[in-house]
């Protein structure tokens, strides 16, 4: 009997949850909650039908049928159809000095009379439904991930083209879980478990010619300093791009703290460029255990030291000050999940945030931090210890399609990161 059973759960798993899984890019999860959710419902629908032939049988059997599946139907319809209302965003008034405010924007806004601020709109979890937001005009398009479902090359292909409709003067986009072959090691190990050919990382990358990609490296855009990170700690379930240990994110968000905090700011970006106390020759430089010991300081920025740095005695680096990125602090951090207890709240009630990733935030404290992941806890909240204003800019609600608004928030062009 427990040998039939088995089998029988078998092939449901292979012919109905996973082939819904790759065609809609759902979680397994949410494919096993509802179609455990149909059986009742068809189970209810059965005894309903008794009751006609079997008066005995209460009419309680039709309602909750009728019921049961007229909310499911509201449900197809609210995700995919556009029925129902749309989620609004919470009033927040001025949480923050350098922030001009923070909303939700259904209509275009208009051009922004200040010209002393850069205006960045919000976006996420799109997962090939770009095509349905209304995104509005800003200097800085920010997407927090998951633009594919599966990370092909089609798919990046479709992104990237839509990309080059928008009108912002700089996009910078981060990669998410379902952004599979941009995680290059990963995917080099297990496409097999997504895909039946394996698809090009190095030409994934490629493709995306309209925007600046951004992997665990920062870049500066009028005077606001930007890092971004797909890094995210590993699921419970099935194994996903950028899945990473709670050690090797608690050994990434520590490094860059200290980067950032330690050598950039607090001893380079001091009036004077000098007190640094390792001195080391180019050879030292040039050799793998140098790089390992110097690894806490410039292992996360791709661009700190530039490449013309190496080829100097780090004496020079006290001397010659254009040598060093002016990047200091960070103010606005793009991820793509969330750090814990901040907008994590999942379907089940669960807290599934960073811990390494809140640790860094109390330590970075960027005015911004922006990402995505859980499509149900779409919103802003300000972060009580670091202050930092996090976004949940997921725009797919939890069954996928993008409904929810794009987020948009004005910083000053002068704005300086605390000490």
């Not at 992997?215 to 890094?231: K, L, Q, S, Y």
């Not at 240990?245 to 330690?262: C, I, K, N, P």
């Not at 640094?276 to 010991?293: A, D, G, Q, T």
Request: hydrophobic share 40%; glycine share 8%; proline share 5%.
């Amino acid at each position: 009997m427990w040998a039939e059973f088995d089998r029988l759960i078998v092939a449901t798993l292979r012919f109905i949850v996973f082939p819904v899984v790759r065609i809609t890019g759902l979680e397994p999860k949410y494919v096993v909650s509802g179609l455990l959710c149909c059986v009742i419902s068809g189970y209810f629908l059965s005894l309903g039908l008794l009751s006609l032939w079997f008066p005995k049988v209460s009419l309680l059997w039709i309602v909750t049928s009728v019921a049961t599946i007229g909310a499911w139907i509201w449900c197809f319809g609210y995700n995919y159809l556009g029925i129902g209302p749309k989620p609004t965003m919470p009033k927040l008034g001025n949480f923050v000095d350098d922030a001009k405010g923070v909303a939700s924007l259904s209509s275009q806004p208009s051009s922004l009379e200040n010209k002393d601020y850069v205006r960045f709109v919000c976006i996420s979890d799109t997962h090939n439904d770009h095509k349905r937001i209304k995104v509005p005009d800003g200097d800085v398009l920010l997407h927090a991930g998951d633009f594919t479902k599966f990370g092909t090359e089609k798919e990046i292909f479709e992104f990237n083209r839509w990309l080059g409709t928008l009108p912002h003067r700089h996009k910078i986009v981060v990669s998410g879980n379902h952004d599979l072959t941009m995680d290059t090691g990963f995917y080099d190990r297990e496409w097999r478990k997504w895909h039946d050919e394996k698809q090009d990382s190095v030409k994934a990358k490629a493709l995306l010619t309209n925007c600046r990609y951004l992997e665990n490296e920062g870049i500066e855009i009028d005077g606001v300093r930007v890092f971004a990170t797909p890094n995210m700690p590993k699921d419970s379930g099935r194994l996903w791009a950028w899945n990473r240990s709670s050690h090797h994110l608690s050994e990434f968000w520590g490094r860059l703290a200290l980067s950032v905090d330690t050598i950039y700011h607090r001893r380079f970006w001091a009036d004077n460029l000098l007190k640094y106390e390792l001195h080391l020759h180019i050879n030292c430089l040039r050799s793998s255990n140098s790089r390992r010991m110097l690894s806490p300081f410039f292992g996360h920025f791709s661009s700190f030291p530039p490449p013309s740095l190496l080829p100097l005695p780090l004496s020079l680096m006290t001397t010659e000050k254009k040598l060093v990125p002016q990047m200091g602090k960070v103010d606005v951090l793009l991820t793509h999940s969330p750090p814990r207890g901040v907008l994590d709240r999942c379907w089940s009630g669960h807290r599934v945030g960073s811990r390494p990733l809140l640790a860094g935030l109390r330590r970075l404290k960027p005015k911004f931090c922006v990402f995505g992941h859980i499509h149900e806890d779409y919103g802003v909240k300000v972060e009580e210890v670091s202050g930092t204003v996090c976004i949940n800019a997921a725009s797919c609600t939890m069954l996928g399609a993008a409904r929810h608004e794009p987020i948009v928030f004005d910083i000053s062009k002068s704005t300086k990161a605390a000490t």
